[in-house]
């Protein structure tokens, strides 16, 4: 997809925040420092539109980028840093359910894994509160740079096996260093959107 205009249009904790234009909305999920932040801005050819850093943590709120006047792409805070505290935590599970229970314009999830370690019991419980929720999940295991080019099959093959995706959702190994995956991952897209 060619990008034309990329903006943030609000950060937001609860839904009164929330835009209200209706346009669809792709929410991203994934442990924190995981990759989700860095996957928008490749995916939109900012380099820093999105807040990353190299420490866990970074995005604290719901952060609604409009993008090219079309839809959204709902940046989240992460799960699984172990030093958070159970308020924070607690803070972060509310914002998240009320978010992914009420809001009628969302229309996919992205799930960031780490294409180089098996997925987590944290990202599993991810997957399977969104699926709860109905929702068509994009898996997109990033880091692919980071492994041999022999190793690929392997790595993907454990991703599909231990989060036991459905077969009607997909697994697109990603790397926001190069960009491989990103015509995939927009091809799944425009059907959402
Ligand atoms: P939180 O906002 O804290 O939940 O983190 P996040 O998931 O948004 O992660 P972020 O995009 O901030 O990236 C975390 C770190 O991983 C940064 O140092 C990025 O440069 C690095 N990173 C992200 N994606 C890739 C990738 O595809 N390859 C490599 N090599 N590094 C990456
Ligand atoms: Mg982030």
């Given amino acids: 997809m060619k990008i034309t205009t990329a ?5 937001a904790v609860s839904a009164k925040q929330y ?3 209706r346009s669809p909305e792709i929410a991203l999920a994934g442990r924190s420092n995981v990759g989700k932040s860095s996957f928008i801005n490749k995916m939109i050819q900012r380099k820093n539109l999105v807040r990353t850093s190299s420490k866990p943590g970074k995005t604290q709120t719901l952060n609604f980028y409009k993008i090219n006047d079309l839809f959204y792409f709902v940046d989240v805070p992460g799960y699984g840093y172990a030093k958070v505290s159970k ?3 607690e803070k972060w599970g509310g914002m998240m359910e009320e978010y992914f ?3 009628e314009t969302l229309k996919a999830a992205i799930l960031i894994t780490d ?5 987590t019991k944290d990202d599993m419980q991810m997957y ?9 999940v994009i898996i997109v295991g990033t880091k692919l740079d980071k492994i041999p080019k022999g190793k690929r099959v392997k790595h ?17 190994p990603f790397s926001a260093e ?9 091809s799944i897209l425009k059907k959402y959107i």
């Fill in 101 to 103: 229970q009420t809001r």
């Fill in 156 to 172: 993907l093959n454990q991703t599909i096996h231990t989060l036991q995706v459905e077969s009607t959702d997909i697994v697109i």
């Fill in 19 to 21: 835009p209200n234009d």
């Fill in 115 to 119: 294409i180089r370690h098996e997925p």
């Fill in 87 to 89: 308020k924070e935590r």
């Fill in 128 to 136: 399977g509160y969104l699926k709860y929720f109905e929702l068509p």
């Fill in 7 to 11: 903006e943030i249009i609000t950060s």
């Fill in 178 to 186: 190069t960009g491989e995956g990103k015509a995939d991952v927009w």
